[in-house]
């Protein structure tokens, strides 16, 4: 699988992660604002807990003021109060702005995928894509939701208590620090230690998915060819790598928690018997003690929550690496400018002196040339690995070619918009696509304002309406992976959209090749009607399909060695004749 995430985690996602909150930035800022302030109302409590606890141990023998205790104790009600108002506040406003941010990434991944050239998708698998727009795409966002508002309350609290406990007493201040330096030495090393973890976790989720997606989309061939144990292992070895990075990443992470936890309970202890001695001798006063030890505990929570925080933000990071190294990927060639259009296309294409390769290093068509004219049938025949199929992503401008030029009525293709060529062609490949939905809504794919006529007319040219009809809801059952249907029909099924898309130019990779002898007759049939008066390109290894071509290609080695009718062809007995009379010797 391919790799392209770059290095640097949350540092270099950052900025990337800040641009799409630019839009949400003032109430962004209003959510920051609350936490600050919830924190800050929550540092107040502590001091006021020391002066009850004073008000009572001053009146163990005098008696103790119950009314000023009644109102230190609805002022602590109030904070308390508005601290979780604005706690509650901002977690909402902050839930908010990340799914916004969420709902605007996904959008941007989705749009990338029309623009990354075809190449990208040959070596990267689905699976991996996949991942990319639903798992880090979430791990970004609930990061975010649950780490930002966190990192800034637990840094303003650390802050304000610190500030606070050297104005209560220094050298009690002092002590809780102390105990508190250990854990922040461990914290900072489990953090540096903790991130490749991290970033290997989101690898291999990726590759995880793109294993499971490859397997299940193809387990009758996984099954039919006994690599059952093999496919096995193959999720094992991920599965363990996962296993692996997922155990490191969150055993350091967890390690946080617990260890902080230690260093609160220890600065507890050094605070009791400094406070103890400190009291005895009558420098402090027993309510401070009472508020230290709440002191240290919102000392050291902060610290807790720096580290969780960090480490959501590292899981984050990994996440952007990937998710901004697809967004950052190639893309086709702008094609705003291309202001070339044909209003009404006759048809005439040329191929001149065409050279291409999918590797820099390596030409598939060598210098290729041709002149096909309005309504011809072409077809284009040749040996596995000729070049028919790349002439044909050329012709659709799916890849842009080395040198050389393809016009269409006297128009180079590289002068028009790319989704203007697309809609002078229609397809019919030899893998079949349909999506879930009804029969009805596959056959009318992209083609919006198509009749209910017009979709059952395409069906019986194939021989496909008799059959839809039996159907519990006719041309509105639905249609999905489960439904059996044979590879004949699916096929049928592709041709009578593309009848539909009634496009000016027709392009026939092996259309027929998953049909029988006697559906490819009925298949003919149709496709002649449709391809009357319509330029039409067809690719096909079974010779008999191609006879009645009014050009037939010869490829061999990205070059044209043949060009003719069929009759021609056989005469001049070269490759055609023998391609021809492979086929057809034993008949």
């Not at 090393?189 to 976790?201: D, E, M, N, T």
């Not at 929550?305 to 190639?330: D, K, Y």
């Not at 269409?408 to 893998?431: C, K, N, T, W, Y």
Request: aromatic share 8%; glycine share 8%; with cysteine.
């Amino acid at each position: 699988m391919k790799k392209n995430q770059k290095q640097g985690g949350i540092r270099t996602a950052a900025p990337r992660i800040a641009g799409y909150m630019k839009s949400q930035m003032g109430i962004l800022i209003a959510a920051l604002v609350l936490a600050a302030l919830s924190a800050v109302l929550t540092i107040i409590g502590p001091d006021k807990i020391g002066r009850m606890a004073t008000i009572m141990s001053d009146g163990l023998f005098t008696g103790i003021d119950l009314g000023a205790i009644a109102q230190v104790g609805i002022f602590l009600a109030v904070i308390y109060l508005l601290s979780a108002l604005f706690g509650f506040t901002q977690h909402y406003i902050m839930s908010v702005v990340t799914l916004k941010m969420s709902y605007k990434m996904r959008g941007e991944l989705s749009a990338k995928i029309n623009r990354v050239p075809q190449k990208y998708f040959n070596t990267t698998s689905q699976g991996d894509i996949l991942s990319r727009i639903t798992n880090d795409v979430d791990t970004i966002s609930s990061a975010l939701n649950s780490s930002i508002t966190t990192l800034v309350q637990a840094v303003v609290q650390f802050v304000g208590v610190t500030i606070i406990m050297f104005a209560t007493s220094g050298r009690l201040a002092l002590t809780a620090i102390g105990s508190s330096i250990l854990g922040f030495v461990l914290m900072f090393f489990i953090v540096s230690r903790s991130r490749k973890y991290f970033r290997q976790q989101q690898q291999n989720l990726g590759d995880m998915n793109g294993h499971v997606e490859e397997m299940y989309s193809g387990h009758n061939i996984v099954r039919a060819y006994g690599a059952t144990a093999q496919s096995k292992k193959e999720f094992d070895r991920i599965n363990d790598n996962l296993y692996n990075s997922a155990w490191k990443s969150q055993f350091f992470s967890g390690m946080l928690m617990p260890l902080m936890g230690f260093v609160g309970n220890l600065g507890y202890v050094a605070v009791c018997i400094v406070g103890a001695t400190l009291t005895m001798s009558g420098a402090i006063r027993f309510g401070t003690v009472i508020a230290f030890i709440s002191y240290v505990k919102l000392f050291t929570n902060p610290l807790s929550q720096i580290s969780q925080a960090v480490s959501s933000l590292m899981s984050a990071g990994a996440a952007g690496e990937r998710v901004f190294g697809f967004l950052a990927e190639e893309e086709m060639p702008d094609d705003s400018g291309c202001t070339a259009h044909i209003d009404h296309v006759r048809g005439k294409v040329e191929f001149e002196n065409v050279r291409f390769g999918y590797d820099a290093d390596k030409p598939i068509i060598h210098d290729f040339s041709a002149d096909i004219e309005p309504g011809q049938k072409v077809a284009i025949v040749g040996y596995t690995g000729a070049g028919k199929t790349t002439m044909v992503n050329l012709l659709m401008r799916f890849y842009e070619l080395w040198s050389g030029q393809i016009k269409i009525d006297g128009v180079p293709v590289s002068e028009m918009r790319r989704s203007d060529v697309h809609a002078m062609f229609g397809m019919v490949l030899q893998d079949t696509w349909l999506f879930d939905g009804t029969y009805r809504e596959n056959i009318a794919y992209g083609k919006p304002g198509v009749t209910d006529e017009q979709v059952e007319a395409a069906c019986k040219l194939v021989g496909l309406d008799h059959y839809i009809k039996t159907l519990p809801k006719g041309y509105d059952t639905e249609l999905n992976d489960r439904s059996s249907l044979s590879a004949g029909q699916r096929q049928l099924l592709t041709i009578a959209r593309a009848m539909v898309e009634n496009a000016p130019m027709i392009i026939l990779d092996e259309a027929t090749s998953s049909v029988d002898t006697r559906t490819e007759v009925l298949v003919q049939k149709a496709m002649d009607r449709l391809a009357r008066g319509r330029t039409s390109f067809v690719i096909a290894h079974r010779l008999s399909t191609i006879r009645d071509a009014d050009l037939i290609l010869v490829m061999d080695k990205g070059d044209i060695v043949e060009s003719g009718t069929h009759e021609q062809l056989l005469e001049k007995g070269g490759l055609y004749k023998e391609l021809y009379t492979s086929q057809f010797e034993n008949k």
